[in-house]
Each structure stands twice: as structure tokens, then as C-alpha cells.
């Protein structure tokens, strides 16, 4: 869906997501009462709406071409400081119109070089969005991460060196004590692991769907903690107390096996705008922390 940016272009448009609206001859031309001046990419005209069908709405930005270009982006979003800006400005023109109601959320930088050609490509998907829009309605996105505490002891105080095997059959204890210590990562790992499935069967009695992510490596988790589920939930707007607390039992539940279970949110459902009627176990490329 993201188009490559022509060079003869001036600017270009900048789809962040879809939503609904009354009809195609109501909508605004300029931005909707309630969200909020300077919202979007800097250097950006106004967030307007896209008719897309007669019942949907794109909300789109300007912006300018030579920032956009498929090298221009890969410059910018390679810088990790730029990266974030980007995503801090596309997260919170999503944010704003998913507080006027259900949004589908494009990924960053879709971009398409007018407003006839967005509107073209994006109604050839109206009966997804609509089907998306639906199962999202009235639901928020809650994540729950569950981690395995490594060692707890201080940096200061590293465990002792291992002796070096002297005398006869030292050799074998020493390889003895070697798989002792695997045995036990490895079980503590399996402890993590079905502490994890008890997190999520509990958490799935309350959601109306869930994505399992690839876990987190050390570089966002850190080297003290093993992180061993990843998981977003579709949870009701109301339900969101009753899930604290369920989060609460279960963290204690789990807590003197060496478990953190950590709980974020409510977020946009970014992790629900595929169109699948069953989210369960699948795996998403992008990670948000």
C-alpha cells in the first residue's frame, strides 16, 4: 500500500488510519473538532479527511516529498532518535481519531502520491476495514509481558570462580556440577514457560482475541530478566479493572518461581488491524514495546 515517491512531486500524502463516518458528502474538509492543532508529521500541512467509500474516512497529512523518498527514509528512520520522532508523530494522529472511535491504524509512512491515488487503492479494501473496525469497536489493546528474573545476585558480588578439577575423578564431578547448573536453567526456563500458558489462559477469559509476539531479546528486556511471553489482548473498554486485577493474583501467584508478569496500557489496537477472525498464537514482524 505504500507507494515509492515520485521526484517531480512537491509533497506527498501521508495515510495514518481509517475510520468511520457518517456519510462521504458529511465529512469536514479540514480537521474534525477534537483533535488536537500541530498533530502529525513536523514540517506537515494539516490532518484532513479522505473519503474512502461511502462510509469511511482516511485520516491523511501532507508532507514534503523530498523528506519521504524511499532513500530520504531510509536515511531518516536509521537514525534512532529520527525513528522515534516519526513514531511518536504517527502514534499520536492515530491516537486522536481512535478517541473519536474505532480506527484502523496504517503502518508508518504510508504514503501515496495524491489524494485520488490514496483514495483508489484504499477503497479497494473497504470490506476489511469494515470487518476490522467491527471487531474492534469499543475494545483497546492491553499487552502483557511475562519474564524470568535471571540470578539475583548483585553485580558486586559475582558467583565464585569454579575450582579447577584436581585429583582423581574431579574430572567427572566437575562435569557433574557443569550439567547440574543446565539442568536447573533449563528447568527454571520450563517453570517460566507453563507459568506463562497459566498467564494467558487466565488473561484470554476476559479478552476477545490475543496475539502472541516474538519475545524480546536482552537489548530491550536487559541482561537481568528472560522475557518468555509477549502477548497483546482485544479487551472491552470496561473490562479493562476486572484485567488489573486478574493481572495482580496472577503476578503473585507466580512471583516466588522467579516470574514477572508486567502489564501495559489500554493502547490503540495496533496489534488487532489485520483482518483475521482468530489472532491467537500468530506472530507479528514489528515489535512495540
Known amino acids: 500500500m505504500t507507494s515509492t515517491a515520485a521526484a517531480r512531486s512537491t509533497s506527498l500524502l501521508c495515510v495514518f488510519a481509517i475510520c468511520r463516518s457518517r456519510t462521504a458528502a458529511g465529512l469536514p474538509a479540514e480537521l474534525p473538532t477534537g483533535l488536537p492543532a500541530g498533530t502529525g508529521h513536523a514540517r506537515g500541512g494539516p490532518l484532513t479527511v479522505l473519503p474512502i467509500g461511502d462510509s469511511l474516512a482516511a485520516l491523511v497529512q501532507e508532507v514534503p516529498a523530498e523528506e519521504f523518498t524511499e532513500q530520504a527514509l531510509q536515511q531518516r528512520l536509521a537514525d534512532q532518535s ?6 511518536r508523530a ?15 491504524p496504517l503502518p508508518l509512512a504510508t504514503l501515496f502520491t495524491d489524494r485520488h491515488r490514496a483514495r483508489s487503492v484504499l477503497a479497494e479494501s473497504l ?12 475494545r483497546v489493546e492491553w499487552a502483557v509481558k511475562v519474564h524470568l ?3 539475583s545476585r548483585p553485580a558486586a558480588e559475582p558467583s565464585p570462580p569454579e575450582p579447577a578439577p584436581a585429583g582423581p575423578g574431579a574430572g567427572r564431578a566437575y562435569l557433574s556440577r557443569v550439567r547440574g547448573r543446565e539442568q536447573d536453567r533449563l528447568s527454571r526456563q520450563d517453570a517460566a514457560r ?8 487466565a488473561v484470554r477469559g476476559v ?22 511471553m509477549n502477548a497483546a489482548y482485544l479487551v472491552e473498554e470496561a473490562r479493562g479493572p476486572e484485567l488489573a486485577a486478574l493481572v495482580r493474583i496472577m503476578r503473585e501467584e507466580v512471583a516466588l518461581s522467579g516470574v514477572d508478569v508486567d502489564l501495559s496500557g489500554p493502547w490503540v489496537p495496533y496489534s488487532f488491524a489485520e483482518d483475521v477472525e482468530d489472532a491467537e498464537d500468530a506472530e507479528l514482524a514489528g515489535e512495540r514495546t
Open 149 to 151: 528474573r535471571r540470578d
Open 127 to 138: 470490506e476489511r476495514f469494515h470487518r476490522v473496525l467491527n471487531r474492534t469497536e469499543g
Open 194 to 201: 507453563a507459568a506463562a500458558a497459566r498467564v494467558h489462559d
Open 207 to 228: 479478552a476477545a482475541g490475543s496475539v502472541q509476539r516474538r519475545p524480546h531479546g536482552p537489548r530491550v528486556t536487559g541482561n537481568d530478566r528472560l522475557q518468555v
Open 82 to 87: 529520527t525513528l522515534e520522532a516519526c513514531a
Open 90 to 104: 504517527h502514534h499520536a494522529a492515530v491516537s486522536a481519531a481512535a478517541a473519536l472511535g474505532p480506527v484502523v
